[in-house]
Nanobody, 127 residues
């Protein structure tokens, strides 16, 4: 069973930055398609970013393009989400998700594509 753990959330002022980390126990995330999702109160879970296995093709939601960057830290066996120029509308619980099923060389921001989920980390952007 893949267990994912997110960290790095917190309270930040508008325009600030946070870096979220996703780690897994018992498996190497290099072999998985990894996605970051978020869910704000009263809203559906939405895809933020993802990174494929292999060449690490990435994809981003339009709302975060140019501000968020997803990457793999293979030495630390983590997947990072660097979030810059944060806005109040970025406030949400952020989840890391993974799958090794199907064609994991094609990026996907659809929650249904993923099989394993972390517990989430809260990101609050407020002055």
């Amino acid at each position: 069973q893949v267990q994912l753990v997110e960290s790095g959330g917190g309270l930040v002022q508008p325009g600030g930055s946070l870096r979220l980390s996703c780690t897994a126990s018992g498996v190497t995330l290099d072999y998985y398609l990894i996605g970051w999702f978020r869910q704000a109160p009263g809203k559906e879970r939405e895809g933020v970013s993802c990174i494929t296995r292999g060449d690490g093709t990435t994809d981003y939601a339009d709302s975060v393009k140019g501000r968020f960057t997803i990457s793999r830290d293979n030495a630390k066996k983590t997947v990072l989400l660097q979030m810059n120029n944060l806005k109040p509308e970025d406030t949400a619980v952020y989840y890391c998700a993974a799958t090794i099923r199907g064609n994991i060389w094609i990026p996907s921001l659809h929650p249904g594509r993923y099989d394993y989920w972390g517990q989430g980390t809260q990101v609050t952007v407020s002055s």
